[in-house]
């Protein structure tokens, strides 16, 4: 979390899984975001199958952007 409020990621890829594992932990805690225009764009988004779980992989777009 902390890289991503500081901006240093440039490409996330994730993985989703047909099993529940609950819990208390988030994918992404608090990126100090006031409002919703504010939060980080993902662009390029792809997703494919592995097997049965789902990768999906997007670049985040840079302030610049």
């Known amino acids: 979390t902390s890289l991503l409020a500081a901006r240093l990621v ?28 504010q939060a980080p764009r993902l662009t390029d988004s792809a997703w494919r199958r592995i097997g049965n779980d789902i990768c999906f992989t997007g670049h985040l777009k840079s302030r610049t952007d």
Do not use: H, Q, T
């Open 10 to 37: 440039d490409r996330l890829v994730l993985f989703y899984a047909p099993i529940l594992l609950g819990g208390e932990r988030l994918l992404v805690g608090n990126l100090g975001i006031p409002r919703l225009e």
